[in-house]
């Protein structure tokens, strides 16, 4: 078995040398020295060319959560090469490579999703600020004017995605509060019950001692009892009369603890109490891995991802929207330098106008 996946490894990565040679995350991986040594990792041996994944399969050969893989799918679909179903999303072999190559650029160069975009050529780079600027003519400003009423209907699309995306994050966080409270709440009953079962049992050893210590004496009694009556057998009345017949209990053997222990009374205690130990062990392993094993720590789990790829969202659209109110800024300060300018943008369309005082 692990010879045919070491084949097939070989096989994939041939193909995906040929594939991404001009690939720019690819190449970049291939140059850093703390990625060119991951670029082909073991699941390789797992992947079939002409094959179909699913987003899960992908979340499983890159060890990453269903939330963190569609927000990927979600926002570089080209990139990716992913068919979306009706619900569900559909890849080959090389749109699971490009996955792992997103979280190893990201992870490990440092980098965001508008890097990558970036580096695809899906979206252009900002420009930065030009200094000693002496002058624009009007056609420059007349650009400057119309880019910078798109980057205000920008700026309100920020605005609502990112006031969505606060909702959404303030929805994740009080759902991940709950699940705590009700995580928390379950833990204690847990623990309750541990405590319950240890009490209970402490009474049970209790009681077995003085049972054993009851029955010792019983038993020791009857001992006695069976020798004197022995020898009153063997002795004549006339002596019994005259001197009666008294055993000290030093005179017959303790009764063992086989002879204590096979008392059904002591019997029934001590498989109580090993009744008791065996709960006790189960509740105390429910509790050590509770919080990796039970539904709900899943959940938080879960919810924690979610919550980080939300919070991962609104970080990069603040950048953007950032890079777009400074570009705004450059541009209202050209048009400050030429006075007496107007524009007029229509809001449906039109031939545009504009005056410029001389």
Known sequence: ??????????????????????????????LASKTKEKLF?????????????????????VNRSDANIRYYLQNLPE????????SSYRMRYDGVYRIYLIFMYIKDLNKQLKDIKVKIGEEAQFIPKRKNVKGMNEDTLD??????????????????KMFSQFMEKSKKEQELNQLYIEHNKELSQIEETIRRLIDRKLLLEGDLRRKRNSEKERLWLEKVRALENKRKKESNIIGRIFS???????????????????????????????????KLKEEME???????DSTLSKK????????SVIEQEILENKEAFDAIGEQSGQALA??????????????NGGERKHLLDE
């Open 334 to 347: 050209y048009f400050q330098k030429k006075k007496g300018y107007e524009i007029d943008i229509p809001e």
């Open 41 to 61: 990792p073991d699941f390789l041996g797992q992947l079939v060319e002409g094959v179909e994944y699913s987003a899960q399969d992908a979340a499983r050969f």
């Open 1 to 30: 078995m692990e010879q045919t996946k070491e084949k097939q490894k070989t096989i994939m990565v041939e193909l995906i040398k040929e594939k991404f040679a001009d690939d720019p995350l690819f190449l970049e991986c291939s």
């Open 244 to 278: 009666p017949i008294i055993v000290e209990k030093s005179e017959v053997e303790a009764p063992t603890e086989e002879e204590i222990g096979a008392s059904p009374i002591v019997k029934d205690l001590e498989a109580d109490i090993q009744a008791i130990e065996e």
């Open 143 to 160: 650009t400057l004017l119309f880019g910078m009423h798109l980057r205000e209907k920008a700026t309100l699309e920020f605005t609502e």
């Open 300 to 307: 938080i789990s879960t919810v924690k991802e979610e919550l």
């Open 286 to 292: 429910k509790a050590a891995n509770f919080s990796k």
């Open 79 to 86: 990139y990716i090469g992913v068919v979306k179903t009706s």
